[in-house]
């Protein structure tokens, strides 16, 4: 994380909604999610129309990267597959 990536993580609430766009061949309990559901959509149908979106609650203190760039909000994190629900 750049100083600006590292200060927007300081910034982030306690417990954080974080999403997942899966695709047909994308694994849900994968390590790379969002803060901003539209963009795991776009992740979700991006090669197809067929893809979903997950979604789990974290504690900030799981959060392993947070990066800004590309505007895609990405969080690193190893989320426990029984906090993930698909919407």
Do not use: C
Not at 20 to 45: D, H, L, M, Q
């Amino acid at each position: 994380m750049d100083k600006d990536e590292y200060e927007a993580h300081q910034m982030l609430p306690d417990i954080i909604d974080i999403y997942r766009g899966v695709g047909n061949k994308s694994n849900p309990n994968g390590i790379s999610w969002t803060t901003n559901f539209e963009t795991a959509k776009w992740f979700a149908n991006r090669w197809n129309k067929n893809g979903y979106v997950v979604k789990a609650k974290i504690s900030k203190n799981n959060v392993l990267s947070y990066y800004l760039r590309r505007g895609e909000y990405e969080i690193i994190v190893d989320v426990p597959e029984s906090k993930i629900i698909r919407i």
